[in-house]
């Protein structure tokens, strides 16, 4: 995943992908249906699909500008209020 760092899109819907921890520097990021649980080292994001997935911490996404959130088990949104959230 190193090598796909600096990537400017990466669709990695239902896949089997579980550590994301080298992508903080994609602008799109799609890990909806993955089984993705620790995203705190995607705070650079700047779009960032995390609907259908494990996670549950998003403390560390308060940089993000577009966040899906929807059909995630994340109930604690309150470090996100400068992003646009789709829950």
Do not use: P, R
């Amino acid at each position: 995943m190193s090598a796909l760092g600096k990537c400017h899109t990466l669709n990695l819907f239902n896949t089997k992908v579980t550590d994301v921890s080298a992508l903080g520097k994609c602008h799109t990021l799609n890990l909806s249906y993955t089984n993705v649980s620790d995203v705190s080292q995607l705070g650079n994001c700047h779009t960032l699909n995390l609907s259908n997935t494990n996670v549950t911490d998003v403390s560390a996404l308060g940089k993000c500008h577009t966040l899906d959130l929807s059909w995630s088990n994340v109930v604690d949104v309150s470090q996100l209020e400068n992003c646009h959230l789709k829950i």
